[in-house]
């Protein structure tokens, strides 16, 4: 077996030692790894291409008779790697369950198509035995482009699956534009890759309809396929999960530019050559072959002895204007009866075939010739040519005498280049002589790489029938006189192309293998000698100075970048163990003076604590001190006020009611003060708080001054549960109150106050409400799944004037007191609220709008989310609030239903609080949704009476 190279062998040599050192790396991945599935499916696979890359390389390196072995075991090949590619694409990363009957079902279809064409190729060797040469049916490369595609569609799968969160919609672009993991992207590539790798298949497609040439679908399907591998590669080493080294990338990328690189050059610099070549057509003359002694033939070039167009029209054609399949047509004429002695026997029927040949006893279809030049068949080649006479100008004539039979091909166009014209003829004699003779062609021979042989002139010559594979002479038919033995004689202009466009491509595809040979082992080689090893020895300096070893030294090995970056360690190195070294002494002495400090410090901390304690004690000495005198005069005012006989002047009275007002307020100021400072010094534990509880007590301590002024206060009945200290939410509570009662209403128009109390659900991070006090069920779900720390933020609306949102920052800020608020108070209530709410691990602030009143809110941190044990606490704990019977149908409902809202929370998924209610059969969303809030808040009277609604309406 002799390769004749080719542009195309050279793109598929490269393609062919890419794909080998993929192959091999992947398998080495994949010994490391372990036996994974993909890993055994991707590795039968690389083998299967690699196998299928050296058909193709075979395919154009080989002459027609051993390239039809090779052709006819491709697609097989390719067929068993799409299998093991398919299977890849459903388990990379990993098979998903969804996907487990989708993969059986992909492993079944793809081995069906692998076993029929292996089927189909066992069916055309059986042909070819019996001579019969039998191309690929059309609609088989559909059938093939089918299988490709199924490989991006099982990865796009595969992608989609990997890409799905939970219930949520996908958008059908999404994962392909914005992969969200290192897999995603990976799977996501791999689609891109084999769809890519799907559409050079179209290439194939063309150029069996003609509508691409040879030369061209090879260009692409070369260099399609090259690039696929490298991107494959690369797609394949990134999604490993460890660290590929640098000198495996940089030799593959050097290895794949190379091999690009001169797979181009490979097509670009061989036109010019090809240009040059030319077949030694014997122009204007004659060839007369005559029998020897040896059972050959002695051939001599004479002058033209052309003989006058004439005969009878053969009206040959290829059956394109009847619709018939041009590759089944058989190409020759009915049976010519003449007597014709040809190497040893006597025939009696010629046929005239449109390709320039004369068939001895038997027809000629033109794809017989690619096989043993017509499979042994006995024939007469005047000018082997692929002829369309369909399109011809001329025709194919016969006319039969007495002693010879004269054919001429009168200008006959070619197949696949109708621009050159060819006129020749061929006359046989009785006693086994004949003469070919030629006149000179229209148009230019371009022969072009792995054409069509009959594209251009293939051969001239004589064949007898052979029933073995014994070559015939090959010899220069300008070079006459010339004689041929029994085995039959040829000029094969074909094989000479190659031999010339070998002799061309040769030195190139040895420069691809040796560079290839270097860029694989000489490049890491030198990157290990020149760039490894002195970074290996930087690294051993780094890791001995780690290890406490500061004396060391790294040799300088070249006077490079490298070379350089050591000599500065070593320098950097000695100056560290000298520093080192100096340091221990000063650090003994800096450790002396630092005791020394540390001595005095703890004594000034020592005073500045005591001084802390006296201050303490005297603000309290103090604060009572005030207190008592101002306790007396307020007392002794309001004695004296009481005692005044009834004709006492009004102003006294007035006076006595000023000094109690006084001394009253200085006494609110004094507490206020120290609630201040002792709200920063305080150490509290935070615990779950009843908060309706809280606000019922505080709004019930300000009803007398709700009835004074006959204000409105609105509040829900249910709370969230939050932590937090009782005595000081309710302060802030109060305070809050207090204020809109005093500032809320717009008693300037005769409007009493009109208070709101609420609440909402609060995203800690974001700030965002997440639910209000109105859709109780959305708040129960956003307490229960908020996947970030939620804050229930309290708050107390007014109606009144409103405050100036330029004088919000100074209302929190200790003894600040605005004009338009200064009627009572001195300046802490606001402030004190703020730094309680702030010790408790919230916030406050306001919210105001002109003429429309204000809000003031605080948060404190929500509870954490009920956990189970606790959820069937609660269905036992109904035992103490009602009678056996309604307990036990109670249990049914509202222990599942908190049972499910705690799964329902544990696996993230709960997106809609009345999706859990259906499950429990709670017929009405509302009362189920009250429910779960009742059952969340641990508020057991609401539990009995929403429980019993709900039996009530399932009938019990």
């Known amino acids: 077996m002799r390769l004749y190279l080719t542009p195309a062998s050279l793109g598929y040599l490269t393609q062919l030692i890419l794909a080998g050192l993929i192959s091999g790396y992947v398998l080495f991945l994949a010994r490391k790894q372990g036996r994974a599935q993909h890993n055994l499916w991707l590795s039968a696979f690389l083998l299967a291409i690699t196998l299928f890359i050296t058909t193709l390389f075979l395919e154009v390196s080989l002459l027609p008779t051993q390239r039809l072995r090779v052709v006819y075991l491709q697609n097989t090949v390719l067929a068993i790697a799409l299998v093991f590619l398919i299977q890849f694409a459903y388990h990379f990363p990993v098979l998903v369950a969804p996907r487990r009957r989708e993969a059986r079902f992909a492993l079944l279809v793809s081995s069906v198509y692998a076993l029929w064409e292996a089927g189909f190729a066992i069916y055309r060797f059986v042909a070819l035995n019996d001579g019969i040469v039998m191309y690929r049916w059309g609609w088989s490369d559909y059938l093939l482009l089918l299988v490709l595609l199924w490989a991006p569609i099982a990865f796009l799968r595969q992608l989609y699956s990997l890409e799905k969160r939970g219930e949520q919609p996908i958008r059908y672009l999404e994962p392909i534009l914005h992969p969200t993991t290192r897999a995603a992207l990976t799977l996501r590539n791999f689609a891109l890759i084999f769809l890519f790798v799907a559409s050079l298949n179209l290439l194939n497609i063309l150029r069996a309809a003609y509508l691409l040439t040879v030369s061209l679908a090879n260009v692409g399907i070369s260099l399609g396929i090259l690039l696929a591998l490298f991107m494959f590669a690369m797609a394949y080493i990134n999604a490993q999960p460890e660290v590929t080294s640098f000198i495996v990338r940089l030799a593959s990328v050097a290895l794949a530019l190379m091999l690009a690189g001169l797979g181009i050059v490979a097509w670009v610099v061989s036109p010019s050559a090809i240009a040059q070549y030319q077949p030694d057509l014997p122009v204007d003359k004659t060839l007369r072959f005559t029998l020897n002694a040896e059972g050959g033939y002695e051939i001599v070039a004479l002058p033209s002895s052309f003989e006058s167009v004439e005969g009878m029209d053969l009206h040959m054609r290829e059956g394109a204007e009847d619709g018939i399949d041009r590759e089944v047509a058989a190409y020759c004429s009915l049976p010519l009866p003449f007597t014709f002695p040809f190497y040893g026997k006597v025939y009696q029927q010629v046929y005239v075939c449109n390709d320039g040949t004369l068939g001895l006893g038997q027809a000629l279809p033109y794809r017989n010739y690619q096989y043993r030049m017509g499979n042994g068949a006995p024939m007469l080649m005047a000018l082997l040519v692929d002829l369309y006479p369909d399109i011809s100008p001329g025709a194919v004539l016969v006319k039969q005498e007495a002693e010879r039979l004269i054919v001429t091909w009168e200008r006959q166009r070619a197949f696949r280049y109708p621009a050159n014209e060819f006129t020749f003829q061929a006359v046989l004699y009785s006693d086994g002589v004949f003469e070919f003779s030629y006149r000179e062609p229209l148009g230019t021979f371009h022969y072009q790489p792995n054409d069509d042989p009959g594209g251009h002139p293939w051969a001239i010559g004589a064949l007898p029938e052979r029933l073995d594979d014994?070559?015939?002479?090959?010899?220069?038919?300008?070079?006459?006189?010339?004689?041929?033995?029994?085995?039959?004689?040829?000029?094969?202009?074909?094989?000479?192309?190659?031999?010339?466009?070998?002799?061309?491509?040769?030195?190139?595809?040895?420069?691809?293998?040796?560079?290839?040979?270097?860029?694989?082992?000489?490049?890491?080689?030198?990157?290990?000698?020149?760039?490894?090893?002195?970074?290996?020895?930087l690294l051993f300096g780094v890791r001995q100075i780690q290890g406490g070893n500061y004396e060391v030294q790294v040799p300088v090995r070249y006077s490079d970048e490298i070379g350089f970056l050591t000599h500065a360690f070593n320098t950097l190195a000695a100056q560290l163990d000298a520093l080192i070294h100096g340091l221990e002494e000063r650090v003994d002495v800096r450790t002396a003076e630092l005791d020394q400090a540390n001595v005095q410090l703890r004594a000034e901390i020592a005073n500045r604590e005591e001084l802390i304690t006296d201050l303490k004690a005297y603000s309290r000495t103090v604060a009572h001190d005030l207190k008592t005198p101002l306790t007396l005069i307020t007392g002794y005012s309001d004695l004296i006020r009481d005692s005044l006989p009834p004709d006492t002047e009004p102003e006294l009275s007035e006076f006595l009611a000023r000094i109690s007002a006084a001394s009253a307020k200085m006494i609110r100021m004094i507490e206020g003060i120290l609630t201040f400072s002792g709200v920063r010094q305080a150490d509290l534990q935070l615990h779950p708080l009843a908060m309706a509880a809280i606000v019922t007590e505080s709004v019930r301590n300000l009803q007398p001054f709700i009835d004074r002024t006959g204000a409105c206060v609105t509040y829900p009945m249910q709370w969230p549960s939050v932590m937090g200290h009782p005595q000081w939410v309710e302060e802030v509570w109060s305070n809050y109150l207090s204020n809109a009662l005093k500032y809320g209403g717009r008693l300037d128009e005769g409007i009493p106050p009109d208070i709101e109390l609420g609440w909402d659900i609060v995203d800690a991070e974001r700030g965002e409400v997440i639910a209000g006090m109105d859709a109780v069920a959305d708040a129960a779900a956003a307490l229960l799944v908020s996947h970030s720390p939620v804050m229930v933020r309290f708050w107390v609306r007014d109606h009144g004037h409103g405050i100036p949102e330029a004088v919000h920052s100074r209302l929190f800020v200790p003894f600040e007191r605005l004009d338009k608020v200064d009627a009572e108070g001195y300046g802490l209530g606001l402030s004190i609220v703020k730094r309680m709410v702030e010790k408790l691990g919230g916030t406050v602030g306001i919210e105001s709008w002109p003429d429309a009143g204000c809000r003031f809110w605080f948060t404190l941190p929500a509870a954490e989310p009920l956990p189970v044990h606790e959820a069937v606490a609660i269905a036992e704990h109904t035992k103490m609030c009602s009678d056996p019977a309604l307990v036990d149908r109670l249990t049914l409902i509202a222990a599942p239903l908190l049972l499910r809202l705690v799964q329902a929370t544990e696996n993230s998924d709960l997106t809609d609080i009345r999706a859990v209610i259906t499950e429990v059969e709670i017929e009405d969303s509302v009362v189920g949704a009250a429910l779960a809030t009742a059952l969340y808040n641990f508020d057991y009277d609401a539990i009995l009476a929403l429980a019993q609604v709900a039996l009530a309406q399932k009938g019990y």
């Open 470 to 537: 014994v070559d015939p002479e090959q010899v220069l038919l300008r070079s006459t006189p010339a004689s041929s033995g029994d085995t039959g004689v040829i000029q094969d202009f074909y094989m000479e192309f190659r031999q010339y466009l070998h002799g061309f491509m040769a030195p190139l595809a040895r420069l691809i293998i040796i560079a290839s040979v270097f860029i694989v082992i000489g490049i890491p080689l030198l990157i290990y000698t020149n760039l490894v090893q002195p970074l290996n020895a």
